[in-house]
């Protein structure tokens, strides 16, 4: 009823009363007097609602309301007798309708309504939910391009001004520190009784601060209601209303009116100069006779100021709503009152120790660096007055008209350039402190959970029964049966090939049990030292028995104590029940399911390291795709050097399970390659490799290890014996392979086959397979689906089907040899909703679809590069125990919501990309979110976290699914946790393996993703919410826990161009470096800290927790080299995606293809991946220093200020071609060529062509580099909005303007020089477009510019050439960048205008007659402005750099025995002479398959020798043991379902 007779927003709302809401959820939360049948039939309604609704699923607040309105119609509050529910399904749907018409949030279109709206998204329809309204409409407006800057700085205003506080008090104790030059650091009172600068500050520093909250909360106030303007008079959180309206409008009148009374009462005074030595005589300030006086108003507004921010910034509880309605179930779940306030006083603890040290470090090192950097001192510019207190100094601003020229505005602007450099380091050393808090407070907390050396495999391990350390552990954790729960663990490292045969029994001999689980006589156990073990079967050991610690402790604060009779898994007294049911979904689009035959055996053939075409044609297509590999290596034989002890390991058992003649692993690879194998070998050898790659294989394989777990358990086996017809552990576990394109024109036929194999060698296992049935799925699943339909009953098809889009789950039936369909749900609209790059996101909606058919009561998503150890297998049901305590009767008092551990990334073993990217992410999987889950700010980052089923079903789902700023979207799902007051733990005793990218591009790509998906998140309404509400210093732990990662590295970034051209200003000025020589120090120790500092120091306190010291060094300063250069390149590719999120408003998935280590990277393809991200900047970067080099030259300064700089220019040219696996001459000459065709190419040159070059430069696969940059400017002026672009000509104006203040008259005579050469390339270029294209014009017009001295006498006389050109060669670089900044800011120019007329019509389609005129009006100036011609200047030279170093790469491989190689791969592969593949080259020479030293520790024979050897051992651990070889075998057999089958 609010709003009525408003105009606007403010018209009359229809819906229902808020009165009948508050007693409907009275009604529903009391449940009383209602039937249990009354309430099932009510959840069903839900759980149909949820079915039907499709992706509105993902809007609970909507579902609610639609709840309400279908129970209040049936009658059923009321009556309890009996009731209809009847579901409006378009009025269920609403929303989708128009998501898929136009979801595009940024444009305005015609619906099929008939209004003009902006593109909804899933929030707009979970908001109409809350706001009451009877149909689904927009409800808030995304920023885009600069407007997301200013959405950024509003809503993390609060930490923002937190730190500048910080800074401010740093400046009051720094003025009497006597860190600085004497007249501003000495003699300036003490902290309690200031005197001269400090009483100055306190004044000025308000009224600083009084105009930063004015202008701040207006803008916000207008900022607000434009954003919200679709909900104004609507109540749902984060909406403005009358009390949001009132705080902030008495924060901008407390403010003005406290700015007003300081400034009116304001008492400042210059300090003397002789005040720098002494304070007697004229140095005693007389307002300290009257302190209070003085300063009474100040103080009394700081005072205001802390009361009115602590106030405005005090938590909202809920931030958005309450997960769990009552708070009797709150406090029960240990989320009560008192528990949050203790949790809250802890973290703040924390901020404000912080906080301090940042102090700490700005007192003495940030603002030391900026001494004697100010206005009057410096420049003689004293436009401040009294204001600042110091001493009036002459300058290059003194006297009259002094302040317009040249000098005086360069000296301003330097030192405007140097505070805004000490800005921006206040605003990092908060990051860095961070990272410092987070290395020493999540290492104690590692202490506490007892984590010490957890991995660490120099400690033994004693099952030995009675005495036995570690049997005592395993014993209590999993009952009297862990001997045989010890028998799988080892017997499945063994099946995977991670230990031998003999070092099977060995392990189990050492438990006092044989191969057949037999139990040995007295005294055959033995102690096992796991360091003479491979190291993969060591650390995963070495971490199972360090947990059992945590198994068997109680955790009071968690409600869990531990009883080993009823809650160990082979205890007395355990019950099959107190097992929670568990489904792992396994979303897939199209990736690799199983290796296929012809990807292993390729990627040797020459060609393979070229660009490939869409067939795989050799030199046939479009040459686009990546190549398939190194050109002399296979791809399995690349996987066997890095893996070659588990490559022996299989050889002996495909020998040992009478599959080969021997066991010679050099014999089985050839026999591979040459396709002379069984077909039952070939398979093992296939899913051998597919678990030492990303595969889906992999993680299917993973996630079934915890069914075959459960299914060991004595008691498990003896209740699913009553249900003959269940598969073993089916009705505790269920794993959906969750495939998006299975059956599909759009996936693989090689995926589908590989499918089907999965789903067959596991049909025993609890394994289901859920596919989207579409338009493009064959017609044998139609079939299928009908038959199954029709078998239901009640279905029938008569010409069209009643459906066109359907969720199919279905199993492998043993009995037909096929797929067995089970439940089939219709839907109306397809996975992914909207069109181009503004549909929804795939893998949430995938997601979603495997969750509608998900039973467990708890939910896990696994990407498909994940896998699990059996021993984490067995850890799981205690784990799942945090969810809700096993004496915990009430459903409602879940502790947490989400529950997320450890991570291993398996890829760290795959060269040394893969190591620096696992190394990160292993740091941020486990010592960064246990701190971050002990500051009560833990987000969910993505898989495999657990999650509570109901939950998941009812709040949302596991992920967002919205366009564009949705997609990151698994951290949205611990928004969702943290805004409804839920939890998300974090624990280390279970830990899973995760695949990260291993390739230098892949890796790239994949930075690339989660930092535009960071600024996506920034602009979310999730984030809006939380940065309001969530309170003061619980800001900053959400900043943190978000995105300050990633704009820290913008900041860091950003400096590196502040710091270049603050020294270009002050030699301009002819101030040289003086002043700021305190800035170079400060740069370097700023860019290194950001280097190594935050990337290994957390790094390296857990790895001395978990390693300890020695392995930590080991690998800390092994790769630290690497580790540097490759986070230089990242941290720019962060920054630069960051950028490009910002102005485009665009998220674009990027797909990696996650390929192995080894893949070529093409010239080609590394310059159309980095040719904005980091070779146009650097560039600048170059074209920057040069310019200082020649002003400094020109003013006699020789100094080292730019070496670190032109570090950065160097790291982001030439680490593609670092990191570049095996270099080689041919492979350098390949390149070249192909590169050079790349530049030189002709393709999308003619108009004709330019659909295909837009819709090529959307999918990245552009042809050649006109084609490249011709689809970027298209693509950045056809989808930019008019609005930002024109703010962007405004800033590119104001920056000329100010070029042209500050450029010397005299450097911009210069530039008349080149607008004559520009006229005469116009004339060349018109004979470009005349004759055809013809690339002999286009070289001309670019040739001219390098000619100026041709044409600079006859405009400039002798001046261009006197006294010498050396001497003129600073006047001519600068105004060469000059002209070229003019030179873009008319290009700009004219197509804004071009803009303005052609595309008023954002809707129009690329076709139309305006979007194709404004097409062809950017094509034009592409060439007549010389983008393309500075494309191709710089394509050229990055070709002479990647000449250079690949050259260099080549002479040092074979100089120095492919050390390069050792480096970037392993030294395995670095054994081989260099351009001879691998396994099958002369193995009998260096190869580790001929050293067994290197796997089993013994001499180095030759390979006959260590199968021989191996058979040796072997026999004589089963003599001892009283094994025999058939006994081996049998065991071998049996516990793999099938002869032969091994996994």
Same mark, same amino acid.
């Given at each position: 009823?609010?709003g009525?007779?408003?105009?606007g927003p403010?018209r ?5 009363k808020p009165?009948d809401?508050k007693?409907f959820a ?5 449940n009383?007097g209602?039937?249990?049948?009354r309430?099932f039939?009510?959840?069903l309604?839900?759980r ?5 609704g499709?992706q ?5 607040e909507?579902?609610a309301?639609?709840?309400f309105?279908?129970l209040?119609?049936s009658g059923?509050v ?8 009847t579901i409006d399904?378009d009025k269920?749907?609403d929303g989708?309708p128009?998501m898929?018409h136009?979801s595009?949030?940024y444009?305005?279109?015609?619906m099929p ?6 593109g909804?998204?899933f ?9 009451c ?10 920023p885009a391009g600069?407007?997301?800057?200013l959405?950024?700085?509003?809503r993390?205003?609060t930490?923002?001004m937190?730190?500048?506080?910080c800074?401010?008090l740093?400046?009051y104790i720094?003025l009497?520190s006597?860190?600085?030059d004497d007249i ?5 009172g003490t ?13 000025y520093?308000a009224?600083i601060?009084?105009?930063v ?6 803008l916000?106030l %207008?900022y607000?209601?434009?954003q919200?303007?679709?909900s104004l ?5 984060g909406?403005p209303?009358f009390k949001w309206l ?11 009116f406290?700015?007003g009374?300081?400034?009116s009462r ?5 300090k003397?100069?002789e ?6 005589g004229?140095?005693?300030?007389s307002?300290t006779d ?5 300063l009474g108003?100040?103080l009394g507004y700081?005072?205001l100021?802390?009361v009115v ?6 938590r ?9 309605p009552?708070?009797?179930?709150r ?6 009152l008192?528990?949050?306030w203790?949790?809250?006083l802890?973290?703040?603890m924390?901020?404000?120790l912080m906080l301090g040290?940042c102090i ?5 090192f940030l603002?030391?660096s900026a001494?004697?950097l100010?206005w009057?001192?410096?420049c003689g510019w ?5 204001m ?9 601003c003194?006297?009259p008209?002094q302040f317009?020229s ?10 405007t350039a140097g ?8 605003l990092?050393d908060?990051?860095?402190?961070f990272?410092?808090?987070t290395?020493?407070g999540?290492?104690?907390m590692?202490?506490?959970?007892r984590?010490?050396?957890l ?12 005495c036995g ?5 395993f ?10 729960i010890w028998?799988v663990?080892?017997e *499945?490292l063994?099946r ?5 045969i003999s070092?099977?029994?060995g392990?189990l001999?050492?438990?006092g049990?044989?191969?057949d689980e037999?139990?040995l ?11 003479r073990?491979?190291r993969?079967?060591?650390e995963?050991?070495?971490?199972f028995?360090?947990?059992l610690?945590w198994?068997q402790?109680d955790h009071?604060s ?8 009823t809650d160990?898994?082979?205890g007395?007294?355990?019950?099959p029940?107190?097992?929670p049911?568990?489904s792992q979904i396994?979303p897939v689009y199209n990736?690799t399911?199983?290796?296929p035959?012809g990807?292993?055996?390729?990627g ?13 044609k050799?030199?046939?297509g479009d ?8 050109g002399?290596n296979?791809?399995?034989g ?9 490559w ?5 058992q495909l020998?040992?399970a009478s599959?080969l003649?021997?066991s010679?692993?050099v014999?089985?690879y ?9 077909p ?6 296939? !899913?051998w490799?597919?678990l030492r790659m990303q595969?889906v294989?992999k993680t299917?394989i993973?996630a ?5 777990a ?7 086996r003896?209740?699913?014996a009553?249900?003959?017809?269940s598969?073993?552990?089916?009705r ?5 392979l969750a495939h ?6 759009a ?7 590989a499918v089907?194999?999965?789903l067959?060698r ?7 397979l859920?596919f989207d049935?579409?338009?493009?799925s ?6 299928m ?5 029709k078998?239901?009953?009640?279905y029938e098809?008569s010409?069209?089907r009643?459906?066109? &889009?359907?969720?199919?789950?279905c ?5 037909r040899?096929?797929l067995c369909?089970?439940e ?15 549909k929804?996101?795939?893998?949430a ?6 969750l509608?058919f998900a039973?467990?009561h708890?939910?896990?998503?696994l990407d498909?590069?994940?896998?699990t150890?059996?021993?984490e297998?067995?850890?799981v049901?205690y ?6 305590p096993l004496d915990?009767e ?5 502790r947490?919501?989400?529950?997320? !551990?450890?991570e291993?990334?398996y890829?760290?073993r795959?060269?040394?990309v893969g190591k620096?990217?696992a190394?990160?992410?292993w ?6 979110q246990r701190?971050l889950?002990?500051?009560?700010m833990r987000?969910?980052y993505g898989?495999?976290?657990?999650m ?6 009812n ?11 949705n997609?990151?979207?698994d951290?949205?799902?611990?928004f969702? %946790?943290?805004?409804r ?6 624990v280390?005793?279970?830990e899973f393996e995760k695949g990260?990218e291993a390739?230098?591009?892949?890796a ?5 993703k989660i930092?535009?998906?960071s ?7 999730d ?12 800001s900053l732990?959400?900043?943190f826990a978000?995105v300050? $990662?990633?704009?820290s590295n913008v $900041?860091v970034?950003? *400096?590196?161009?502040l710091y270049?051209?603050?020294f270009i200003l ?10 700021i020589s ?5 740069f370097n120790?700023a860019?290194v800290?950001s ?10 306190f ?6 300890g010291?020695?392995?930590?060094a080991?690998d800390?300063v092994?790769?630290?080299f690497a580790?540097?250069l490759?986070?230089?390149? @990242?941290?720019?590719?962060i ?5 490009e ?5 665009m998220?674009?998935?990027l797909?990696?293809g996650?390929?192995l280590?080894?893949q070529h ?5 590394i310059?159309i991946?980095y ?13 920057s220093?040069l310019i200082?080099m020649?002003?400094?030259t020109?003013n006699?300064v ?6 670190l700089?032109?570090m ?10 670092v990191?570049?696996p ?5 492979l350098?000459c390949?390149?070249? &060529?192909d ?6 190419g002709?393709?999308g040159?003619?108009?004709?062509e330019i659909p295909?070059?837009?819709s090529?430069g959307r ?9 490249c940059?011709?689809? @970027?400017e298209?693509l950045y ?10 703010l962007?000509? %405004? ?14 008259a005299?450097i911009?005579?210069f530039?008349p020089i080149?607008?004559v050469?520009?006229g005469?390339s116009?004339?060349v270029l018109?004979?470009y477009?005349t ?6 014009f286009l ?5 001219? $510019?390098l ?6 006498r006859?405009i400039?006389?002798?001046r261009?050439?006197?006294p010498s050109?050396q ?5 001519y670089?600068?105004?060469?960048c000059? $002209?070229?900044?003019l030179?873009?800011?008319?290009k700009h120019l ?7 007329v052609?595309g008023?019509?954002?809707c ?9 005129r ?9 060439v007549?402005?010389f983008?393309h011609?500075k494309?191709?200047?710089q ?5 002479l750099?990647n000449?250079a170093?690949?050259?260099?790469l080549?002479l040092f491989?074979?100089?120095f ?7 970037l ?8 002479s260099?351009?001879h593949p691998?396994?099958e080259?002369?193995?009998s020479?260096?190869?580790?398959l001929?050293?067994?030293s290197s ?6 024979f030759g ?10 051992e072997e026999d ?5 043991a ?7 075998e049998?065991?071998?057999l ?8 091994l996994?």
């Open positions: 009823a609010r009525t007779g408003c105009l403010c009359r709302r229809r819906g229902p009165n809401l007693a009275r009604w529903a939360e009391e009383t209602r039937p249990p049948a309430l039939a009510e959840a309604l839900l149909v609602m949820e079915s039907l499709e509105v699923a993902q809007c609970p909507r579902l309301l639609l709840l309105g279908i209040q119609e059923c009321e009556n309890m007798g009996k009731a209809r529910f399904l269920l749907q989708l128009q898929s136009h595009n949030p444009v305005q279109c015609k309504s008939g209004k003009s709206e902006r909804l998204n929030d707009d329809i979970n908001e109409s939910g809350i706001q309204r009877d149909g689904v409409a927009k409800t808030y407006r995304e600069v407007m997301v800057v959405d950024g700085l509003l993390f205003r930490p923002l937190i730190k500048m506080y800074l401010g740093a400046g720094y009497g006597h860190c600085g501003t650091t000495t003699h300036n902290l309690w009784s200031p005197k001269w600068l400090r009483i100055n500050y306190i004044q520093t009224l601060d009084a105009v909250w004015i202008v701040t909360e207006s916000l %207008v607000a209601v434009w919200r303007w679709p008079c609507h109540r749902s959180p909406v209303g009132l705080r902030h409008s008495l924060i901008i009148s407390a403010s003005a406290g700015g009374a300081v400034f304001a008492a400042f005074a210059r003397p100069w005040c720098a030595e002494t304070d007697a004229v140095c005693v300030d307002r009257a302190l209070l006086n003085v108003v100040a700081w005072i100021r802390a921010f602590s106030f405005a910034n005090t909202k509880v809920p931030i958005f709503l309450h997960g769990t009552g708070s009797k179930a406090k029960h779940s240990g989320r009560g008192m528990q949050s203790k949790k809250d802890s973290t703040n924390a901020w404000v040290i700490c470090i700005e007192v003495t603002l030391p001494m004697g100010d009057g001192s410096l004293d436009a401040f007055g009294e600042l207190g110091l001493p009036q100094q002459p300058g290059v003194t006297g008209g317009s040249f000098k005086c505005m360069s000296c301003i602007s330097g030192v505070w805004a450099f000490i800005f921006l380091g206040s990092l908060i990051y860095f402190v990272y410092m808090a290395a020493v999540g290492s104690v590692g202490h506490k959970r984590l010490n050396d991995k660490n495999t120099s400690l033994p391990v004693d099952l030995r029964r009675g350390r570690e049997a005592r552990l014993e209590r954790a999993f009952g009297p049966g862990w001997h045989g028998s663990i080892v *499945t063994c995977e090939s991670f230990i031998g070092e099977m029994a392990l001999e050492a438990a049990i044989s191969v037999a139990p006589g007295e005294g055959r156990e033995r102690v096992i030292h796991l360091s073990f491979p993969v079967a060591a995963r050991l070495a971490m028995f360090q947990s610690k198994i402790e009071p968690k409600g869990m104590s531990f009883q080993s009779d160990a898994l082979t007395v007294d355990f019950h029940g107190s097992i049911t568990l396994i990736e399911v199983i290796p035959v990807f292993l055996s390729g040797s053939d020459p060609q393979d390291a070229c660009n490939r075409g869409s067939d795989d050799i030199g046939l040459l686009t795709l990546p190549p398939l590999g190194d002399v296979t791809n399995l690349f996987m066997i050097s890095q893996f070659s002890d588990e022996l390991n299989l050889a002996e020998y040992r599959l003649d021997d010679d692993p014999r089985l050839r026999d591979f390659v040459r396709q002379e194998l069984q039952i070998v070939v398979e093992e050898i296939q !899913f490799a597919a595969s294989a299917v993973g079934l290890q915890y069914g075959r459960l299914a060991s358990l004595p008691k498990i003896e209740y699913y009553r249900f003959p017809d598969r073993v552990a089916d505790h576990l269920e794993v959906i998006q394109t299975y059956g599909n024109t996936g693989s036929q090689e995926n589908d086959e089907l194999l999965l067959e596991y049909a025993d296992d609890p394994l289901y859920v049935l579409n338009k493009g064959s017609s044998k699943l139609w079939a689906v009908d038959d199954h339909l078998q239901e009953g009640g098809v010409g069209a009643p459906f066109e &889009q359907a969720g199919v789950k199993k492998w039936d043993k009995s040899g096929g369909v089970l089939v749900l219709p839907r109306k609209f397809p996975l992914r909703l909207g069109e181009g790059d503004f929804t996101q795939g893998k909606g995938n997601q979603l679809n495997g509608r039973s467990g708890y939910v896990q998503t498909c590069n994940m896998g150890f059996i021993g297998a067995f850890k049901p784990v799942l125990r945090l969810f809700m915990q009430d459903r409602t008092a879940v947490c919501r989400f529950l997320g !551990f450890r291993h990334i890829t760290g795959e060269g040394m620096c990217y190394a990160a992410e740091t941020f999987g486990t010592i960064y701190f889950s002990g500051m009560g987000m969910h898989h495999p976290d657990f509570d089923g109901f939950w998941a079903r709040r949302g789902g596991m992920s967002k699914a919205s366009p564009v700023v997609l990151s979207e951290i949205f799902a611990g969702n %946790v943290r805004m007051e839920e939890a998300s733990l974090h280390d005793a279970l990260r390739s230098f591009n892949a790239s790509n994949s930075f690339s930092s535009g998906g600024m996506a998140l920034m602009r979310s309404r984030t809006h919410l939380l940065c309001e509400r969530i309170g003061g210093l619980h732990g959400f900043y978000s300050a $990662f990633y704009v $900041f970034d950003i *400096t590196i161009y270049v051209w603050m002050f030699n301009l000025a002819g101030a040289c470096n003086s002043g305190g800035f170079g120090s400060l120790t860019w800290i280097l190594g500092f935050v990337t290994l120091l957390p790094q390296l857990e790895l001395v927790l978990e390693y010291a020695a392995r930590a080991r800390v092994g790769s630290f580790t540097v490759f986070f230089i390149f @990242q941290n720019k590719n920054a630069s995606s960051m950028y999120g910002a102005v485009t408003g998220a674009r998935y797909f990696t996650r390929p280590a080894n990277l093409t010239w080609k393809d310059y991946t040719w904005r991200s980091h070779y146009q900047p650097a560039f600048h970067l170059l074209t220093c200082y020649v002003l400094a020109s006699e020789i100094d080292n200020s730019m070496v700089v032109f950065s220019f160097v790291a982001w040219v030439i680490t593609p071609i990191f570049s095996l270099p080689r001459w041919n350098l390949q390149d070249l &060529q590169f050079a065709g790349f530049i030189g002709r393709e040159t003619t108009e004709d295909e070059v837009v090529r999918r990245g696969v552009v042809r050649s580099l006109y084609e940059g011709l689809a @970027q298209i002026w056809s989808e930019q909005p008019l609005f930002s672009l024109f962007t000509l %405004v800033v590119r104006v104001l920056l000329l303007a100010a070029l042209a203040a500050i450029v010397p005299e911009l005579d530039v080149y607008l050469v520009l005469f116009w004339v018109l004979g477009f004759a055809g294209l013809s690339n002999t070289l001309m017009s670019c040739l001219i $510019f000619s100026p001295l041709a044409f600079a006859s400039l006389g002798a261009s050439d006197s050109i001497t003129r060669m600073p006047e670089v600068v105004a060469l000059a $002209f070229l900044h030179l873009d800011v008319v004219v197509l804004v205008l071009c803009r303005a052609f008023l019509c954002p129009s389609s690329e076709n139309s007659r305006g979007s194709a404004l097409q062809e009006c950017v094509r034009l100036c592409f007549y402005f983008v011609q494309n191709v200047f394509a050229y030279l990055i070709m750099i000449t170093v690949a050259s260099l080549t491989e074979q100089a025995c492919n050390m390069h190689t050792s480096f791969l392993n030294s395995e592969l670095a054994r081989v260099p351009g691998y396994m080259d002369r193995f020479s260096d190869s580790e001929d050293h067994p796997v089993r520790g013994s001499q180095c390979i006959k020798d260590i199968v021989c050897q191996s058979s040796e004589s651990v089963s003599d001892e009283g094994i025999s070889e058939g006994d081996l049998h065991s071998k049996a516990r793999s379902g099938g002869e032969g089958h996994h």
